[in-house]
Every structure is written in C-alpha cells, then in structure tokens.
C-alpha cells in the first residue's frame, strides 16, 4: 500500500486574514491509499482549506503537500485528470437535464461516449435518481441536487475522490446509497477524501480518521487507535432513578432522559453497570461513538482554550 495524499508541515493562511490564527497550521498527514479517509472537527477547522489544498483548489502558503507522487504547488495539472470533487457548496449545471449533466461530466473527463453512457446509467440507479433522469437540474430539489453531484463524481474514474460534506441535506435513504457507492468504490481500489459532521457516517466508512480543531490536527488513526486515547472510552447508561453523585465517581455524568449517562473507564464502566444491575436498574454499556470521542476532545480543547487540547496517549 502507498499513500495518496502526503503533506508535511502544511500551513494555510488566508490573504487579508488580519491577526487572525492560520486556517491550517503545521499539518503532517500521510493518507494511505485504497481506503476512506475522514476528516471530522468543528464549523472552520480547516477540513474544507484542506480538501481545497489537495485537490489544487487554494495555494498553500508553507509546507508542502503531494498528491499521487505529485507536488501540488507545481504538478496540479497532472493531479487534476486523476481526482474529482465533490466541493462543500457547488451546483451542477441548471440548465441541464441530470442525465446529461452526468453524462458531460464523464465525457469532459475524458471517458469514450459508452463507457460514459454505461457509468451514468449505473450511477443515477445507484443513488436513486433514474426516474429524474429527463428533469431539468435547476428543477430538482437541493437534496437531489447534491445526489447528482455525488453520482458525477462517484461515476468518474477518478483515482482520488474528494469528497466535501456530500451527505449533508440528503434523506437517511439517500445517505446510505452513497454509503453505498462510497464502498464500491473502495472495491475498486479508489480513495476516498470525505468530511462529514455525520460522525456515524464517518465511523461507519473510514478506515482512518483525522479530527482538525483550529487548523490543527488533533487527532490521527483508525477508530479504534482514537477510541484508545481517550479518557473514557465507554458509555454507561442507566434508567431509573439513582443519585447523581453516587455516579460521579465512575467517570463524567449527564443526564439524559429517565436517567443517566456516564462515560468511564472500563473497569469503573463494569463497576457501575454491575451496580445497577443489582439494583434492578436498566443498564446499557458499551464503546463510546465517535460522537463521544469527538466531545471529549473537542470539548476539552475548548475549556482550555488552548491551541492544542491535550490528549491521553
Ligand atoms: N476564502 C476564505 N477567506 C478567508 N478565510 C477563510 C476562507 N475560507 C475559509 N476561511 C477561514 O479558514 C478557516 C477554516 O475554514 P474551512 O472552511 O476550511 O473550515 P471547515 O472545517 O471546512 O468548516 P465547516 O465545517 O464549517 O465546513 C475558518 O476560520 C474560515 O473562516
Ligand atoms: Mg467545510
């Protein structure tokens, strides 16, 4: 396995940006290839300047960064054949009907005119929108505006797919037929850029995950490497009544309705489940979510102000 996407000290500010902090700062990513690769933070971490920088969108101010063996600042063009993006704000092309939105799309790309034909085909099934193949675009709904993006892009034969918050706006149905197209093309040896505040869409797909927090990369691994580095790596929950402060010694309590949940280590999360199950109370234990990481590190990084939340390694 090699890497698609490498950067070392990657550092982005933006023209005109007055005092404020770098959008990226000292950014060093390696993002293995064949793989979905997820990058998740909070409104202006720096997900979608990264996306840009790769797919040679934005200049980087230092540092550098390769995609495909190929420096962004200098090779973009032999880059750009080999990637396709599906940006955070776009539209295709209203004046079109969808069909031929993706079938131009393909053939722009350079793909002969059946082979574009056959991946249009099969992408509008996929993602649902063979019965508004005929429809003008700009007479589509915004979801179904987005599913068309995700089908150009996912239809493509692009080796690297950048994909900027693609779910965002789409139904639960929609979500997960490009959950769906997104795994197809992992079997087709693609990789998968994708940035999502759908932190179960990200578990479910990455096979690794970056977490940016104020241009920096707080966290790097597999799920599972950042499930290990943090304070309270399971979730208790109990229904019934119990006193609080009892429960604050297992791990972090909130309420939640009818009850309780607490986050906690793994021995104090048997501890407790354990005693509540001798008091007859309902109990459910298990891993926290990427969700539950993502306010542990997160929420840490913000009480502290700091450029830098401290995690437990
Ligand atoms: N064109 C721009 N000019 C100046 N500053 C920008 C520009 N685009 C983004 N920024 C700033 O750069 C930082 C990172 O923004 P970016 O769009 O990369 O965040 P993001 O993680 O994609 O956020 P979101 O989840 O809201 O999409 C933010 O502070 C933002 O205000
Ligand atoms: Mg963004």
């Known amino acids: 396995m090699g890497f698609a ?39 202006g971490a720096g997900k979608t300047t990264f996306v840009r920088i790769a797919a040679t969108q934005l200049v980087l101010t230092s540092g550098s960064a390769t995609v495909l063996g190929h420096d962004v600042a200098t090779e973009e063009r032999a880059i750009r054949t080999r990637i396709a993006c599906v940006p955070q704000e776009a539209r295709p092309l209203y004046f079109l009907n969808v069909d031929e939105v993706v079938y131009l799309y393909l053939k722009l790309r350079g793909l002969d005119p059946a082979d574009a034909r056959a991946r249009t085909k099969d992408a509008l099934e996929q993602l649902s929108l063979t019965e508004f193949r005929r429809r003008t675009v700009s007479r ?21 797919l950048f994909l900027d918050e693609p779910t965002t706006g789409l139904d639960p149905i929609a979500r997960r037929q490009v959950w769906e197209a997104i795994r197809r093309a992992i079997r087709e040896r693609r990789t998968i850029l994708l940035t999502t505040h759908y932190l179960d869409e990200a578990e479910a797909l990455s096979a690794r995950l970056a977490l940016f927090e104020r241009g920096r990369l707080v ?27 009892e429960l604050q010694s297992y791990g972090r309590v909130s309420a939640i309705e009818g009850g ?11 501890d407790l489940a354990r005693l509540a199950l001798e008091r007859g109370l309902k109990v ?30």
């Open 260 to 270: 309780f949940l607490v986050f906690a280590r793994e021995s104090e999360a048997r």
């Open 284 to 313: 459910g234990l298990g891993p926290v979510s990427l969700e539950g990481i993502f306010l542990d590190v997160v929420g840490r990084s913000i009480e502290d102000e700091g450029p830098t939340p401290e995690v437990e390694g």
């Open 5 to 43: 996407i490498r950067t070392e000290h990657l550092r982005k500010v933006y023209p005109g940006a007055h005092g404020a902090s770098a959008a990226l700062e000292d950014l060093t990513l390696d993002i293995p290839d064949g793989r979905v690769y997820g990058v998740i933070g909070r409104n």
């Open 140 to 160: 589509l709904s915004g979801g179904l505006r987005r599913r068309v993006l995700c089908a150009m892009v996912l239809a493509s034969d692009a080796e690297i």
């Open 219 to 245: 966290l790097e691994g597999t799920p599972e490497d950042l499930r290990a580095r943090v304070r309270y790596p399971y979730r208790v929950t109990i229904q019934g009544s119990t006193p609080r402060e």
